[in-house]
């Protein structure tokens, strides 16, 4: 009976992150400040002025940025669309392996 209890518990997807969990998250990348020293479309160097007060989407900033730098968007603010889409899909993707979809593993 116990088996087929954790059978059924690893069969089960994990629980979407609740709204309360995404504003967190949004206002915690909107709160980080990147300085970008960019040279004919390639990213120099990268470094947090401002930090979003939790360090996983600090650590993951810089690197989003230079994926999001070599894609080469028309825009700075397509660049920042992309730079937040993919931390918070890094962010998303961390917390569902850890098991923690309130942060609380961070």
């Known amino acids: 009976m116990l088996l087929a209890f954790l059978l059924a518990q690893l069969a089960t997807p994990p629980a979407a992150p609740s ?6 998250t949004g206002r915690q ?16 160097a990268c470094r947090i002025t401002v930090s979003s007060g939790d360090a996983l989407i600090d ?21 920042l669309a992309c730079i937040d889409q993919r931390i918070a899909a890094a962010v998303r993707a ?13």
Not at 29 to 44: P, T
Not at 59 to 79: D, E, F, N
Not at 94 to 106: K, L, P, V
């Open 29 to 44: 990348i909107s709160r980080l400040r990147l300085s970008l020293d960019l040279d004919g479309g390639v990213l120099k």
């Open 94 to 106: 961390h917390d569902a392996m850890s098991g923690s979809i309130d942060g609380t593993g961070r």
């Open 19 to 24: 709204q309360a969990d995404i504003e967190v």
């Open 59 to 79: 650590a993951l900033a810089c690197p989003a940025a230079r994926t999001c730098v070599a894609q080469r968007p028309r825009t700075s603010t397509a660049l």
